[in-house]
């Protein structure tokens, strides 16, 4: 098996470890009535019905899972998706991603009936993972939805960071921050795909089902800071300075007594499988971040920076050495070109290392969709150089472009699984042989 047959059976090996299906059988059991998991007893034949909820980009095949694991025991379901899709059993909601739409209202007005309507004799499944604070969203009255479409836009207009985005939206929304969550009578579980780095469940779609410990003083800080509060909508205006007078209620700011989070997936999850696989397979193997971020062609310079002094001096590690990281890297867009931003890393690094054989580099998406493109990612080496040069091809051009897919497309390295169901960040590796 070549270097690069061995990468690519890391990361395909590594990201079955992720997929729904694998998640939930790893963790959840229903024996003789009882659902455990991770230690935890949940006695179902003490409940009338059972009922399974979801909302983000892995609800789809989650639901799909947990439903094998109930069988006939799931008295009836409801998940928002951003694809079409049929589960035997549960209704599935095709939603909109990444943008707000009238879908978004509908999805969460359907969610907010259906699991108010529940009692304290029934037991409930709720399946999360990214891309729920798109799918579901019911703004606060009078707040309508271009208002709050509009504001959205304004703030990644302005660079404001996630972090800050998500602190603005659910304050303004009814089943952002804890709060859906709230609406519930009935007792039950939370299983969790993380696509934030560290994990934090106050983060993970905007966490409709746990709690939230910011508030409307941030959000008006937030709005003052980067000069929106003046241009809000007005209706915006008039539900932040009802919660600063204590006329709106705050999210949250504890976790239900009824409900039981569980993280199923993560980042971290996904490298430690690679590292076992690389190993198994004769590479050693370092787990070094599952905290990547920043521009993507700038993390390729410095993952690449570790490898040259690795590949010189023999320093942190001996080669051969596999350094594995994960997270999710952004694409400051200047072309109008085509790819993400793993292919985009990719090629940066391969500019980086350019025809040296001591590299090889893999970076791809675990949701199978890279930026606006048909691939998860690319794994490049000194033989995508040496094609690179003999079709004449320039990097710099492409990535002046952002235009990484064609590039990448045309020298046979592109990273193609198709949408997976899952959805925990990115997964990048840097072999030094």
Do not use: C
């Not at 304290?120 to 891309?131: H, K, L, P, Q, T």
């Not at 798109?134 to 606060?140: N, T, V």
């Not at 299983?191 to 410990?213: T, Y």
């Not at 990484?404 to 990048?428: A, E, K, R």
Request: glycine letters at 10%; zero cysteines.
């Amino acid at each position: 098996m070549t270097n690069r047959e061995k990468m690519m059976t890391v990361f395909r090996d590594a990201l079955g470890s992720v997929l729904p299906g694998n998640l939930v059988r790893d963790t959840l059991r229903h024996e003789a009535g009882v659902l455990t998991i991770e230690g935890e007893n949940y006695r179902l034949g003490d409940y009338r019905g059972v009922y399974l909820f979801g909302s983000g980009k892995a609800s789809v095949e989650t639901a799909r899972a947990v439903k094998a694991v109930l069988g006939d025991r799931l008295t009836d379901g409801l998940v928002v998706s951003n694809y079409a899709a049929t589960v035997d059993g549960i209704t599935v909601f095709e939603s909109s991603h990444p943008v707000l739409t009238e879908k978004s209202i509908r999805a969460a007005e359907i969610l907010m009936q259906k699991m108010s309507a529940l009692s304290a004799d029934d037991f409930f499944i709720y399946v999360m993972s990214g891309g729920s604070s798109a799918l579901i969203e019911k703004p606060a009255p009078p707040i309508t939805l271009a208002e709050m479409q509009d504001l959205v836009k304004g703030l990644l207009a302005n660079g404001v960071p996630i972090e800050d985005l998500n602190v603005v939206r659910k304050h303004l929304s009814l089943v952002k921050g804890g709060r859906l969550g709230r609406l519930l009578k009935a007792r039950g579980i939370v299983l969790v795909v993380s696509d934030v780095i560290g994990d934090d469940l106050e983060a993970i779609g905007s966490a409709p089902m746990f709690f939230d410990r910011s508030s409307f003083a941030d959000t008006h800080a937030i709005l003052k800071k980067y000069g929106l509060w003046d241009r809000a909508p007005e209706n915006v205006r008039s539900v932040v300075q009802r919660g600063l007078d204590g006329e709106m209620e705050e999210t949250p700011k504890g976790p239900s007594p009824l409900i039981d989070h569980f993280l199923i997936g993560s980042n971290l999850k996904i490298l430690r499988k690679a590292k076992e696989k690389a190993e198994a397979l004769g590479i050693p193997a370092r787990i070094m971040s599952s905290r990547l971020r920043g521009e993507a062609r700038e993390v390729a310079k410095a993952i690449l920076a570790v490898g040259e002094e690795i590949a010189t001096t023999g320093q942190p590690f001996a080669p051969p050495v596999l350094l594995l990281f994960g997270g999710e890297t952004t694409v400051t867009l200047k072309g109008d070109g085509m790819g993400g931003r793993n292919q985009e890393m990719a090629l940066a690094a391969l500019r980086e290392f350019q025809g040296n054989p001591r590299f090889l580099f893999l970076s791809a998406g675990t949701d199978g969709i890279d930026g606006h493109s048909d691939a998860a990612g690319a794994l490049v080496d000194h033989a995508s150089w040496e094609k690179a040069q003999a079709l004449g091809l320039r990097i710099d051009d492409f990535l002046a472009r952002n235009d990484s897919y064609h590039f990448l497309q045309q020298t046979g390295d592109l990273i193609m699984t198709g949408p997976t169901g899952t959805n925990v960040m990115d997964m990048t590796a840097l072999l030094i042989s």
